[in-house]
C-alpha cells in the first residue's frame, strides 16, 4: 500500500532489506544475496507507479525464498554442497505466482541440507542462529527464512514442511508459520524431500499477511498432478465452536513453560466463548516412528538422482563412472542425508519392506483416521509445536533420536496432510519464544488463519 499511495519507493525498500540482510551476516540467514536483479526489479516497480500502470498485490515487498525453490536467480542448492553451482533453467510455481504479483527476492536462505532436520544446523554452509538469542537454533529445516521474518529483514519468507520446517522454526523465532493442507500449493520446481508429507508454506508476522500469500499461491497447477483444485478463497463463514487439546501430549514431555502458555490461550479462548475440550488421539505416539520410516524411505527415492552427472556438485578424484558415482554422492551429502538415504533404502529392502514400510503406510492410515474422528468432535485442535523451546547449538547434533524427538508434535500433521498454523505464544522467563499450533480438518486453511486472530 504505502508504495502503491508513493510515501516509500520499491527500491527504498529493497535497499533497506538488503542492508539490513548485510548488517545480520552473522546470524547465517542468506545463502544468496540477489542485490543487483531485486533492485532493478523495484526500480522497474517504481517506474510503473511513476506511470500510472497497474502494479500486483505484492508490488515491491521485498521476501525471501528458502533455498530449494527453483528459480534462474542464484544457484539453488537446498543449502548442500551436492548442488553448489547449480543453476535452475525452470521456476518454482510459487515463485512464479508471488513474482507477478510484482513481489521482490532479495535472497534465497539457509536450511538444513535437503530440508533434512530440526535446527538448521546440518546446512553445508553452517548453522543459521536463533533471533532471540545467538547460542540457540534458529529451528529447521527452514531456519535462515524464519530468522529473515524475525529479524524483520523481509516482510514475508517462504518454506517448506515436510515434518514441521515450518513451524517449528517459526515458533523458535516467535512469528507465523504456515504448513497448508497436503495439495494446496503446487510443490512444482521445489526441490523434493518426502513427496506424500512435503508442503510449500510461507513465514509471516500476521495472520492477514498469511492469508494474502495463500490466496496468491494456492491452486491447482497441471505441473503437480497432487494439487487440489482451488478452495482456499471459498471458506465459508466461521462457525467454530469446540477446540480440542489432545490428552495424551499433556505429560511429562513438554516443558512446563509451553503447558502454561497453552492453558493461557485456552482461558482466552474459553473467555470469548469457546469450549475447550480434552480429546484423546493414542495413535499420535507412533507418528515420529511412522515418518521416519516413510520420509526417508522417499527421501532415498527422491535423493537418487543426484549422482553427478546431471546437477551441481561432481568430485573429481574418479576413474570410473561407478567411482564417479560413489566419490560425487559420498563428498556431497552431509552425514544426516546419508543416514536417510541408508535408513531408507533398509526399510524398503525386500527382506525388511513388509516388517517396516508396509506396517508404517498401515499406522499412517489409522493416524488419518484418528484425525477424522477428532474432528468429528471438536472443530480445531490447539497443541505446542514442539514439546521445547529453542535448544543450544551442539546439543543436540551428534545425537540424531534426540532431535528426532523433537519432531514429535509436528510430524502427524503431514502425515495426515492436514493444516497446521504456528502461532506466537509468549516468551520462556529466559526470553525465548514460544509457538502454539492450530489444526484444523483438511482444507480448513482460510478459515484457520482467520481463526488465529482469536489468540491474538
Ligand atoms: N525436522 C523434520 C525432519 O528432520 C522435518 C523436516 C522438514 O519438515 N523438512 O525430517
Known amino acids: 500500500m504505502k508504495i502503491a499511495n508513493k510515501t516509500v519507493s520499491a527500491e527504498r525498500l529493497v535497499r533497506d532489506a538488503l542492508e539490513k540482510a548485510k548488517y545480520f551476516a552473522d546470524y547465517h540467514i542468506f545463502t544468496y544475496l540477489n542485490e543487483a536483479v531485486a533492485i532493478e526489479k523495484a526500480r522497474e516497480i517504481d517506474r510503473k507507479i511513476a506511470n500510472g500502470e497497474k502494479v500486483g498485490r505484492l508490488a515491491g515487498v521485498p521476501y525471501a525464498l528458502k533455498d530449494n525453490f527453483l528459480s534462474p536467480e542464484g544457484q539453488t542448492t537446498a543449502s548442500a554442497h551436492i548442488l553448489e553451482g547449480f543453476v535452475s533453467p525452470i521456476t518454482a510455481t510459487a515463485v512464479q505466482k508471488l513474482e507477478e504479483e510484482g513481489a521482490i527476492m532479495i535472497g534465497r536462505t539457509n ?93 509471516t508476522k500476521s495472520p492477514d499477511d498469511m492469508d494474502i500469500l495463500m490466496s496468491i499461491t494456492s491452486g491447482q497447477d497441471e505441473k503437480d498432478m497432487t494439487t487440489l483444485p482451488n478452495y482456499y478463497d471459498k471458506g465459508s463463514e466461521q462457525n467454530i465452536k469446540k477446540i480440542g487439546i489432545i490428552k495424551d501430549f499433556d505429560n511429562d514431555v513438554v516443558n512446563d513453560e509451553i503447558r502454561e502458555a497453552l492453558k493461557k490461550k485456552c482461558d482466552l479462548l474459553s473467555s470469548k466463548g469457546y469450549e475447550i475440550t480434552e480429546i484423546e488421539m493414542p495413535t499420535l505416539k507412533y507418528a515420529l516412528a511412522v515418518y521416519y ?148 480438518p483438511k482444507c480448513s486453511d482460510k478459515k484457520l488463519i482467520e481463526f488465529a486472530k482469536e489468540l491474538i
Not at 553445508?124 to 529451528?139: I, Q, S, W
Not at 512469528?175 to 512444482?188: A, E, L, N, Q
Not at 552431509?334 to 516388517?355: C, H, Q, T, W
Not at 514400510?357 to 472443530?379: C, G, H, M
Request: hydrophobic content about 40%.
Open 111 to 203: 536450511l538444513d541440507a535437503f530440508a533434512h532436520g530440526s535446527s538448521t544446523e546440518n546446512s553445508y554452509f553452517g548453522p543459521t542462529l536463533n533471533a532471540f538469542d545467538k547460542e540457540r537454533v534458529a529451528g529447521g529445516s527452514s531456519g535462515g527464512s524464519a530468522v529473515a521474518v524475525a529479524l524483520d529483514i523481509v516482510e514475508f519468507a517462504t518454506g517448506t514442511d515436510t515434518g514441521g520446517s515450518i513451524r517449528q522454526p517459526a515458533s523458535f523465532n516467535g512469528i507465523y508459520g504456515f504448513k497448508p493442507t497436503y495439495g494446496c500449493i503446487s510443490r512444482y520446481g521445489v526441490v523434493a524431500m518426502a513427496s506424500s508429507t512435503d508442503c510449500v508454506g510461507f513465514f
Open 293 to 440: 520410516i516413510i520420509v526417508p524411505a522417499e527421501v532415498a527415492s527422491n535423493l537418487s538422482r543426484y549422482d553427478g552427472i546431471r546437477y551441481g556438485f561432481r568430485s573429481d578424484k574418479s576413474t570410473s563412472l561407478e567411482e564417479l558415482y560413489t566419490n560425487t554422492r559420498s563428498e556431497g551429502f552431509m552425514p544426516e542425508n546419508k543416514r536417510r538415504i541408508m535408513i531408507g533404502n533398509f526399510v524398503l529392502s525386500s527382506g525388511f519392506y513388509d516388517a517396516y514400510f508396509l506396517k508404517a503406510a498401515k499406522a499412517r492410515t489409522l493416524i488419518v483416521e484418528e484425525y477424522n474422528k477428532a474432528f468429528s468432535q471438536v472443530d480445531y485442535i490447539l497443541t505446542p509445536v514442539s514439546p521445547n523451546p529453542a535448544f543450544k547449538l551442539g546439543e543436540k547434533i551428534n545425537d540424531p533420536i534426540a532431535m528426532y524427538l523433537e519432531d514429535m508434535m509436528s510430524v502427524s500433521l503431514n502425515l495426515a496432510g492436514v493444516p497446521g498454523l504456528a502461532i506466537p505464544a509468549g516468551t520462556t522467563k529466559a526470553g525465548l519464544p514460544i509457538g502454539l499450533q492450530l489444526v484444523g
